[in-house]
């Protein structure tokens, strides 16, 4: 090449060069001109819309639970993953549960479960106990600590956790007397509105042995212990 | 060796070089790029949000801890079982002023289904003489407007799809819970939009009809009414327990 195509060829470099600094400069000025950062990183979903799906009714059912006592607690589970060479996963929540005490309706259907007598009625009515299988809002759940990455199979596991620890704390023979003395109380009112004077309900024998096969408590309006 | 040679060598030598300068610098700014996009995983808008609306302490989640016993007496009678999908998706965008470009292999997607079970109930407690009116051959009922209430929530945890490019964080619990709550929010919202009022006051009806008839009374002879029969949106707010507290009073307009 000799030195004159040498010559334009650098000064096309240059040419080039000072192009491309003259973009940049302008892009700058145009980016400046805009209220905020020049460069930001976001999301494409700032205000985190969720999209769901059309609700669908998996079941309808008719329950006929009457329930006397309703314990509502939170619990705290939490987690740890060790790790070797550096610190460990921990993961910490609390879940919410509502737990009910009554008896179900349904299962006197077709039995002579209520009798009346002049101004006595007697009622033979099922055990008292936990109304649901599911009692946790796993909606409700807060997560207050939570170092690591955590899958949801550990989140499954947490919830089963939380469920025997609520199941141990609050379905215990002490809740269940207080949810059947509730239950004489509240049944004896509502059938005294109805007119009857004397009012004998039994309950079903299933309450952690608490109670004799045959317990007949009779009541004429105020609670009385059970024999 | 003369100056010509040794210009032409470097020149050479300066060709090489140009390329790797190049490379050198397209690297450099997308370890730049790639380091601005992971810095601002940590804390993102929605575990921002989530930390509006519970932000507390480690020290006053302790004192919030809640175990309440009430006495009660509610008759539930309906119980509707209800499926949600809620599905959220997000992708990082590079804003250059007023311009925005999508960042290649920065999107996640999860897909989180859920199951509420919905409950209502007639309360009970409020009931007394003065809710029956009879003559001795017909009977006539007011019961209290039936309430709805969330007894529980449960996510498939199972069958909860994930999927995130690998220079993005994984969802995090706190995240995912803050799906939870706008999916469970998202149905409590639309309960006007269910029959499940209707098919309560129904299902009470069942339930203690066959009770009064075995108190003497014929079944053509019983008539239940209730406080109101029809609901509307400003009903809707006193009739749903969204809270898993006691229960709301109602109130005769």
């Known amino acids: 090449m000799n030195p004159i195509q040498q ?19 302008v892009v700058v000025l145009w980016m400046k001109s805009c209220n905020g950062p020049i460069l930001d990183i976001e999301t494409s979903n700032p205000e985190n819309k969720i999209l769901i799906s059309p609700e669908e009714i998996r079941s309808i059912e008719d329950i006929g639970q009457w329930v006397f006592l309703n314990v509502e607690s939170e619990e705290i589970v939490d987690t740890t993953r060790r790790h070797f060479f550096r610190s460990d996963d921990a993961l910490s929540r609390i879940y919410v549960c509502n737990m009910r005490f009554g008896i179900d309706m349904n299962e006197v259907k077709g039995t002579d479960w209520f009798i009346t007598s002049g101004d006595t009625a007697k009622l033979a009515l099922p055990a008292v106990r936990l109304m649901d299988e599911d009692f946790i809002n796993e909606a ?3 997560t207050f600590y939570e170092v690591g ?4 199979q550990a989140l499954k596991k947490m919830y089963n956790k939380a469920r025997r620890q609520m199941l141990k704390r609050n379905n215990t023979s002490q809740n269940l007397k207080i949810a059947q003395e509730n239950a004489q109380h509240e049944i004896t009112r509502f059938i005294q509105s109805f007119g009857f004077k004397e009012v004998e309900i039994s309950f079903g024998m299933k309450i952690n042995n608490l109670l004799p096969p045959k317990n007949h408590t009779h009541s004429t309006g105020a609670m009385e212990p059970n024999q | 060796m003369d100056k010509t040679d040794l210009n032409v060598n470097f020149e050479e030598i300066k060709k090489k070089r140009k390329p790797l300068g190049l490379t050198f610098i397209i690297l450099l700014l997308l370890g730049i790029l790639l380091f601005l996009i992971r810095s601002c995983e940590t804390e993102n808008a929605l575990v921002k949000s989530s930390l509006k609306t519970d932000d507390v302490e480690l020290g ?3 004192e919030k801890l809640v175990f309440k016993i009430q006495n009660c007496s509610r008759l539930y009678t309906t119980e509707y079982k209800i499926h949600k999908i809620v599905t959220h998706e997000d992708q990082k965008v590079l804003k250059m ?26 309360d009970l407690g409020t009931f007394s003489e003065n809710s029956i009116k009879t003559d001795g051959e017909h ?13 529980s929530t449960m996510v498939d945890h199972d069958n909860t ?25 998202s149905i409590t919202d639309n309960i006007l939009e269910t029959d499940i009022l209707e098919n309560a006051k129904l299902s009470a009806t069942r339930t203690l009809v066959p009770m009064i008839t075995r108190m003497g009374y014929k079944e053509e002879n019983i008539r239940i009414s209730f406080s109101k029969e029809k609901f509307n949106v400003a009903d809707l707010s006193r009739l749903i327990d969204t809270n898993n507290a006691t229960s709301i009073q109602s109130k005769r307009e």
Request: aromatic fraction near 6%; charged fraction near 25%.
């Open chain 1, 7 to 25: 010559t334009n060829k650098n000064s096309g470099w240059k040419w080039v060069l000072l192009l491309i600094l003259v973009l940049i400069a």
């Open chain 1, 140 to 142: 409700k759940t807060r």
């Open chain 1, 149 to 152: 990455d955590w899958d949801s």
């Open chain 2, 60 to 62: 006053n989640d302790m």
């Open chain 2, 97 to 122: 002023g007023g311009l925005k470009i999508e960042i290649p292999l920065t999107d996640r997607h999860i897909a989180v289904p859920m199951d509420v079970t919905l409950k209502a109930y007639i």
């Open chain 2, 139 to 151: 009977i006539l009922i007011t019961l209290p407007d039936p309430h709805v209430e969330v007894t």
């Open chain 2, 161 to 185: 799809l994930i999927h995130n490019s690998f220079i993005r964080s994984n969802y995090t619990a706190k995240e995912q819970e803050q799906l939870h709550r706008q999916g469970l929010k």
